[in-house]
C-alpha cells in the first residue's frame, strides 16, 4: 500500500517539523562491552560468543574500560557533562537477537548528559541540543531466508548470528530539534554527517555506515503551525546514510501532514526505511520507558570516573570541527561557497586525507565532488560508501600531475576502481590508458590531422589561433584520448606558425 503525501511545500505552509535523533556508535574496542570476545566485523556466524554474550545461566558481565573511556571521550567532545556516578540498567523486552531477553543499557543515569553540537547547515551554524549519551550493548543479527525483501514478511525461516551480541554502543540522543522549517531534512543530515566526522577524528569507532558502526534512527513530528506543541512522533528505524535521514524526513513529514489533513491521528511507532522505494512502513508501536521494566543492573558495579580521569581524557580531544573547518578552508584555499558545497557532501574527511596523501586540495575537491559525487548520486550511496579511498585519489592524481594520464583517462582508472581491478596503476597497465609522449607519434597525428583540415589550417595560419581546437580534437580522437592536449597544441601552433 504506497501512502499518499502532500507536497512539501503545502506541509510547511500548515505545520511546524520537530525532528530528534538517536545515533548509535559502535566502539572499536578489541572486545565486547561486557565479555572477552572479540569485537570484529564478518566473522562466521556465531563464532565470536561465549557464555556471557550468549546469556547463558551463571555468566557474568565485567565492563570493558576501553568503552567506558571512548564513551567520556565522546561526550566531552560534544560538550557534555560527565557524571561523576553512574551505573547500568536492564532493558526488558523480547527481540529474537537479544539471546539475554533483556539489554543491558543506561536509563536515568547515563556517563554523559546535557551537551550540544554546533553543525553548519548551508553556512548557517545550528546548535543541536544533545540530552544524553549512554553506553550499552548491541544486540545480535536477524537474517530472513526465503523472501523477496530479506525483511521477515514473507521469509520462509530467520537464522540469528549473535556475533554482534555484546558489542559496545553509545547510544548519543539529541533533544527536540524545533524552528528549522524547511531545513529540517538537510539538519538532520547535516547533524549525522558531522557526528560521524567527529566520531573519526576521535577514533572511536570505524563509523561505517554500510557495516552498522553507526545507525541513525530518526523521530519525527508535526505540530500546527505557530501552536509552539510537539506533535505525536514516529521512529524511523537504522537509517544508514546520510542521503537517507534527509530522505526520511522529508518523506514522514509529507505522510504525517497526509493523516492530519484528512483528520486523522498519528500513531507512535517505529517504522522502517525502505531505500530501494523511499518510503517508510510501519514496524511495531512505539514503547515508552514504562513498558521496558527498567531496574539498575545487579551484576555490575556503578561506574564512577574521577575528575583527574576526565580531565586528562579532555586533553585528548580532537581539534573543534567547526574551527577545524574555517582552518581548513584558509589552507586549503576554497571560497566560501567551495567549502560550502564540500560540507554539504559529507566529504571534509574525505578530502582532507586526500591532501594529506600527496593531491593539490582543487584536485581533491574536483575528484570527489564532480566525478565521484555524481557516480555516489547515481549509485543512491554517500560519497563515504564509494570503494575508493582517498590514497587511491591521490595516486591517480599524482599519475595525472606526472603525465601519464589525463583527466578523462583517469576518469576510466576510476571505473576500473570502482569494479575492483586493483591499484590505478595495474588498472592503467592493464587497460592501456598511458597517455602517449612518443613525440614521432604525436606528429604524425598532428600532420593528419592537418592534411584532413586544409581549411582550419589555413585559419590558423592567418592568426585565429581558436580554431586550434578543432585540429585538437581530431588528433584527441585519433589518439583515443591518450595525447596530452597540451602538447597537441603547441605541435599544431609550431606547424602552422
Known amino acids: 500500500m504506497t501512502d499518499t503525501l502532500v507536497g512539501f511545500d503545502d506541509v510547511l505552509a500548515s505545520y511546524d517539523p520537530a525532528l530528534g535523533l538517536e545515533v548509535h556508535v559502535e566502539l572499536n574496542t578489541n572486545t565486547k562491552m561486557f565479555c572477552g570476545c572479540p569485537a570484529v566485523f564478518g566473522g562466521e556466524p556465531n563464532t565470536q560468543v561465549c557464555p556471557t554474550c550468549l546469556g547463558l545461566p551463571g555468566a557474568m558481565p565485567v565492563v570493558n574500560a576501553k568503552a567506558i573511556e571512548s564513551a567520556i571521550r565522546i561526550g566531552l567532545a560534544l560538550n557534555c557533562e560527565i557524571a561523576d556516578w553512574c ?17 543491558t543499557s543506561q536509563y536515568d543515569e547515563p556517563i554523559a548528559f546535557e551537551g550540544y553540537l554546533d553543525v553548519d547547515v548551508d553556512g548557517e551554524t545550528v546548535r543541536v541540543e544533545i540530552e544524553r549519551a549512554h553506553m550499552e550493548e548491541d544486540t545480535g543479527k536477524s537474517l530472513h531466508v526465503g523472501g523477496a525483501t530479506g525483511r521477515i514478511h514473507g521469509a520462509d525461516h530467520s537464522l540469528v548470528d549473535y556475533n554482534r551480541a555484546g558489542i559496545p554502543l553509545i547510544e548519543i540522543v539529541t533533544k527536540p530539534i524545533r524552528g528549522m522549517g524547511e531545513k529540517a531534512p538537510a539538519v538532520a543530515r547535516a547533524y549525522v554527517s558531522q557526528l560521524r566526522d567527529l566520531i573519526l577524528a ?28 510537539l506533535g505525536t512522533r514516529t521512529e524511523t528505524k537504522n537509517v544508514n546514510s546520510f542521503r537517507s535521514v534527509e530522505r526520511a524526513v522529508r518523506y514522514e513529514m509529507q505522510r504525517h501532514a497526509a493523516i492530519l489533513d484528512a483528520g486523522g491521528s498519528i500513531l507512535q511507532e517505529t517504522r522502517h526505511w ?16 514504562d513498558d521496558y521494566r527498567y ?81 555516489a548520486n547515481d549509485a543512491g550511496l554517500d560519497i563515504t560508501d564509494l570503494d575508493v579511498t582517498p590514497a587511491q585519489v591521490a ?10 594520464l589525463n583527466d578523462k583517462l583517469a576518469r576510466q582508472v576510476f571505473d576500473g576502481l570502482l569494479a575492483g581491478e586493483g591499484t590505478p596503476e595495474e ?56 595525447a596530452d592536449a597540451g602538447r597537441v597544441r603547441e605541435l599544431v601552433l609550431e606547424k602552422l606558425s
Open 427 to 482: 588498472i592503467v597497465a592493464a587497460r592501456g590508458l598511458a597517455v602517449v609522449s612518443d613525440e614521432g607519434a604525436l606528429s604524425a597525428a598532428v600532420d593528419a590531422a592537418i592534411a584532413a583540415n586544409p581549411d582550419v589550417a589555413d585559419k590558423i595560419r592567418d592568426g585565429k589561433v581558436a580554431a586550434a581546437g578543432a585540429l585538437i580534437g581530431a588528433v584527441m580522437k585519433e589518439m583515443r584520448g591518450q
Open 274 to 289: 525502505h531505500e530501494d522505494t523511499g518510503v517508510t512502513t510501519s514496524g511495531r508501536e512505539k514503547s515508552d520507558a
Open 395 to 404: 595516486a591517480v592524481q599524482a599519475l595525472v600531475d606526472s603525465g601519464s
Open 87 to 103: 551505573r547500568f540498567a536492564r532493558k526488558n523486552y523480547f527481540y529474537p537477537d537479544m539471546p539475554k531477553n533483556f539489554q
Open 295 to 375: 531496574f539498575p543492573e545487579p551484576d555490575l558495579v556503578p561506574v564512577a570516573p574521577s575528575r583527574e580521569w576526565v580531565e586528562e581524557l579532555r586533553g585528548t580531544l580532537p581539534e573543534n570541527p567547526l574551527l577545524k573547518r574555517a582552518r581548513l578552508q584558509t589552507d586549503w584555499g576554497y571560497t566560501d561557497l567551495e567549502m560550502r558545497d564540500v560540507v554539504a557532501a559529507g566529504a571534509v574527511g574525505l578530502i582532507e586525507e586526500t591532501v594529506a596523501a600527496g593531491a593539490s586540495p582543487q584536485a581533491a575537491r574536483k575528484w570527489w565532488l564532480s566525478d565521484l559525487g555524481r557516480r
Open 202 to 229: 576521535l577514533g572511536v569507532s570505524e563509523a561505517r555506515m554500510d557495516q552498522g558502526n553507526l545507525r541513525a534512527d530518526v523521530n519525527l513530528s508535526l505540530a500546527p503551525k505557530g501552536s509552539n506543541v
